[in-house]
């Protein structure tokens, strides 16, 4: 089911007299999330994912705007007509109830014509249980499963209805490291499997990246960005996306376009043809060719120098090799480039110069902060 | 050898609340059990006449213990589910409101901390009768056509009618100050799970609230139990010292009486009175604990 969020806004009246401002969560949220798709809203604490989701599910009304379910106006609805399934960032399985209870619930509140048959039912959690793999667990209290198995119940008793569009909020800030890889997997498979549009919140990148068809990224009740994880990750529309992107984090520098050359600090270090003037630059730590050989004629003849650093740390991870450094012109503390590490490094002494691969550099102007092309 | 010492050590530590308690709980206990198989013991020359079990048979067979008996179980009978029952439907309703919240939960809480002697006398001004005014209640009454009932000197039902009415009204402000904490710590999210779901009001009150809170229930109906049985000062607040006369009395005011009353001076008596007292609740709470257990 296609999601049409339209001028979407939801305005919190203040509660501090302090502090008389109204909180708007959600500022304007006008875009189509297509159907069958995984959608990661993916944001930092406090920048209006959680709303968003509960907006979409109706536990929240709209301060203004709407939204549809395909061509329906869902928007006056309450949550139980909408077809929507839930999963609560703690699960918010019912303690008292065994797993098959808790998945049995939605289907035992319906009434009338609709309501199954105690066969139909029994069949239809068997089913969602057999899909999220806990079918063997059904007679278990959630305190006797491991936080991994209570998700796979969440999302099993989200399921069970054949929900039109499932929501999962923050799914998998509560397991640790090694169970989060394995569940993202499985929401991935999951989705794919049932075909059901789903949209989860984040505040993790790395998580949205992953598994996420198209990542819709938000800071302060806005929305910055919408897009596929690899062309939102290459194409920022402004430092805010670039810097919440990556890990490790983009590297940012003051500087400079002047006379056809991107400077930082005095170095020209690529040929740009942006508008002159201060910006910020951001460079990825992929975006860094080590300039250790002899002099690379192509750049040399471009008129382009060897950004110079001072060389602070080597470090090996084995997959590939970071180099840390400083310079004047960054922002942060930290200069990180990472380089594969099936050549031989040769970086010792106290400096290190790199020339940059233009496509992984970005310019942001200095006051709006959007992107510079 | 180290482990017997932190043993020791720790019995050490406890030594003072055990010598405490030993003292004045268990050495009275202990004697309080001797004393009901002494048959007219004398607190003043510390004798009696046998032992056996004489005590037991003359307290059961004695009218105004069996009257205090059936009082004090028709008082646990009425006001402990009805007080929770009532205290869970204000609490509830307390919980679903938002303005004048605090307000009302003051409200409630007063008669928690409102002196029962006084609270007694408010009764009894409530629903007296005497030849020259009636009370604010037979005043409703006569309003609605019936005829004045004396409520504090008149038959038995109307009198332990207003001992039920009353003795509701002195437990209720604890049960709903539990009930409205338990239920304000039901995580929120159950309730957002349960709409999404589209489950009804009624279902997610006795599918989700209730089961989230039954523990709660169930400590309040074995205190309110335990409390009950012991039931003694709110019978005085009303009906005056003399409950055997007014036909009020409970098992804790016969034992009163035994000690100290009218017909005092009978510590053995009082003593075998308690005992049976103390195994009426013991078994009831036994119950209501394998109730509780068997649920879960």
Redesign the interface.
């Known amino acids: 089911m296609e999601v049409v969020l339209d001028h979407l806004t939801k305005i919190f009246p203040s509660r501090d007299k302090k502090n008389p401002a109204d909180v708007i969560a959600v500022n304007d949220f006008d875009f189509t999330i297509p159907d069958g798709k995984l959608i990661g809203l993916l944001g930092p604490s406090g920048c209006g994912k959680s709303t968003t989701l509960n907006l979409i599910c109706g536990l929240l009304k709209p301060t203004k705007g709407r939204i549809l379910f395909g061509e329906d106006d869902v928007t006056e609805l309450p949550p139980e007509d909408r077809g929507v399934g839930l999963v609560f960032q703690n699960y918010a399985l019912y303690p008292h109830l065994t797993v098959r209870q808790n998945i049995l619930f939605p289907l035992q509140n319906i009434r009338g014509e609709g309501r199954p048959t105690k066969e139909e039912m029994n069949a239809k959690a068997e089913e969602a249980a057999r899909l999220v793999q806990i079918d063997m667990l059904m007679d278990r209290k959630p305190k006797e499963l491991s936080g991994g198995q209570q998700q796979r119940v969440a999302i099993a008793r989200a399921l069970v209805k054949r929900p039109k569009v499932l929501l999962l909020d923050e799914p998998l800030s509560n397991l640790d490291a090694r169970l989060r890889l394995q569940t993202r997997e499985e929401i991935k498979r999951i989705q794919t499997e049932t075909g059901i549009t789903t949209i989860f919140v984040t505040h993790d990148q790395e998580e949205a990246m992953s598994i996420s068809d198209l990542i819709v990224v938000m800071k302060d009740g806005i929305l910055q960005q919408i897009g596929r994880p690899q062309e939102v990750y290459d194409e920022p529309v402004n430092m805010f996306v670039a810097k919440f992107l990556g890990t490790p984090q983009i590297n940012m520098f003051d500087g400079r376009v002047s006379g056809g050359f991107l400077y930082i600090g005095d170095t020209p270090v690529l040929k740009s043809d942006a508008p002159e003037g201060d910006v910020h630059v951001g460079i990825r730590p992929e975006g860094f060719i080590l300039a250790d050989g002899p002099e690379d004629d192509e750049e040399v003849a471009a008129g382009v120098e060897p950004f110079e650093c001072d060389l602070k740390a080597v470090e090996v991870s084995g997959r590939d090799v970071s180099i840390v450094s400083t310079n004047p012109a960054c922002q942060g503390t930290n200069i990180r480039a990472i380089m594969g590490s099936d050549r031989n490094l040769n970086v010792s002494g106290e400096k290190v110069s790199f020339y940059l691969k233009p496509h992984k550099v970005y310019l942001f102007d200095k006051t709006t902060e959007d992107r510079v092309k | 050898m180290k482990n017997k010492l932190i043993e020791l050590k720790s019995w050490l530590y406890l030594l003072p609340a055990v010598i405490f308690l030993g003292i004045f709980m268990v050495y009275p206990l202990i004697d309080v059990f001797v004393y009901s198989f002494e048959e007219g013991y004398n607190f003043a020359s510390q004798s009696y006449f046998g032992t056996g079990f004489y005590n037991y048979s003359y307290v059961l067979h004695d009218p105004y213990f069996l009257q205090a008996v059936k009082n004090t179980f028709i008082i646990v009978i009425i006001t402990v589910p009805l007080s929770t029952l009532i205290a869970l439907f204000i609490s509830v309703l307390l919980s679903s409101i938002t303005k004048l919240r605090s307000l009302f939960q003051t409200v409630y809480f007063l008669p928690y901390v409102t002196n029962t002697l006084a609270v007694g006398l408010v009764f009894m001004i409530l629903f007296k009768k005497t030849a020259y005014t009636d009370g604010m209640i037979n005043l409703l009454i006569n309003a609605f056509g019936g005829s004045s009932v004396d409520f504090i000197d008149g038959p038995y039902w109307a009198k332990m009618t207003v001992m039920c009415i009353y003795t509701i009204w002195v437990v209720m402000p604890f049960k709903i100050l539990i009930l409205t904490s338990a239920l304000s710590s039901v ?1 929120p ?2 309730y ?9 009001p009624w ?1 997610i009150f006795y ?2 609230t209730l ?2 809170i ?1 523990p709660m229930i169930f400590y309040l109906v074995i205190t309110g139990f335990i409390g009950a049985f012991k039931a003694y000062s709110d019978e005085v607040a009303l009906f005056g010292v003399d409950l055997n006369a007014a036909g009020m009395n409970t098992i804790v005011g016969y034992v009163y009486d035994m000690l100290y009353g009218d017909s005092g001076g009978y510590p053995s008596f009082a003593s075998a009175a308690a005992i049976i007292l103390f195994i009426i609740v013991l078994t009831i709470t036994v119950i209501n604990l394998m109730i509780s257990n068997s649920d879960d």
């Open positions: 995580n999210d159950y957002s799970a349960a709409r999404v779901d589209g489950t009804r279902r599918k989700i089961p989230m039954s």
